[in-house]
């Protein structure tokens, strides 16, 4: 019986014995791991953007470097509240001295006061040196329609590592604005209309402004049997006849028409 007692002794050592070893194993491990983790800045990370170095290689770079500067700073966090709970004591023990001296009325014990240690300040991630790493976007802003007097800012997205870069506006007036968008729907009605053609017979003619006045001079001219060479809108180069231009100058004229009573 004594013998069994023994043997379950050893076997109980021996798998404690395992059991450390084995987590000293993973400790050493985890420390070879952090050790050989390069160790990468954000100045690191702006010498790959002035390097030009491809989009998702920065952005790893610095997400990295994020990881590893949260990480320092839970453990100088960790240190900062044990720090705390120390020095407070000091201070509470300093504050209790000097209050039983300042109740004495010995002035040469009030010349024995403690000094009262300060807190340490609480660690903080400066924030604007992952900031200037961001990938910026410039946002496009129509500056003249804006309302609102706004500078020129920044906006960062701490989530998305994106800092949005916005420009200054005005704040124009409803006269102005209006304005503005008559002359942009001109512009676009006019580039519309550049691009119309009708077809007559199967031929495709161009039907811009400049295309009916052409068609119109023509027809003018020619006598009812003529025919006169046409560059179409694919310029191929055929006869046409006076029927037809009058034809795809009418037709012209009504998508014209279309074009400007459907805006």
Not at 24 to 46: G, K, R
Not at 70 to 95: F, G, N, S
Not at 136 to 146: F, P, R, S, Y
Request: glycine share 0%; aromatic share 4%; charged share 25%.
């Amino acid at each position: 019986m004594q013998q069994t007692n023994e043997q379950t002794a050893q076997a109980v050592e021996s798998t404690v014995s395992d059991e450390q070893a084995i987590a000293q194993t993973s400790s050493n491990e985890a420390e070879f791991t952090q050790l050989n983790e390069a160790a990468i800045s954000y100045d690191d990370v702006l010498t790959k953007i002035a390097l030009r170095h491809g989009q998702a290689q920065v952005e790893q770079a610095l997400k990295t470097a994020i990881e590893q500067e949260q990480a320092a700073h839970v453990a100088a966090y960790q240190q900062w509240e044990l720090e705390v709970v120390e020095i407070e004591a000091q201070r509470q023990a300093a504050l209790a001295h000097n209050a039983n001296l300042d109740d004495n009325s010995d002035p040469q014990l009030r010349d024995q006061q403690l000094p009262v240690p300060e807190l340490p300040q609480q660690p903080q991630i400066d924030m604007s040196l992952r900031r200037a790493c961001y990938r910026k976007e410039h946002v496009e802003v129509d500056l003249a329609i804006t309302t609102e007097v706004s500078p020129a800012r920044t906006e960062f997205d701490d989530d998305a590592l994106v800092a949005r870069i916005y420009p200054q506006t005005q704040a124009h007036s409803a006269e102005h604005i209006a304005t503005v968008q008559r002359a942009r729907f001109k512009q676009t009605r006019s580039a519309q209309l550049a691009q119309q053609t009708v077809t007559v017979d199967e031929f495709e003619f161009d039907a811009d402004e400049l295309s009916q006045q052409r068609m119109a001079r023509a027809i003018l001219v020619m006598d009812e049997q003529d025919t006169t060479t046409w560059i179409l809108a694919n310029n191929a180069v055929v006869e046409v006849t006076k029927a037809q231009l009058f034809s795809a100058c009418k037709l012209a004229s009504e998508q014209q028409t279309a074009l400007w009573i459907s805006e």
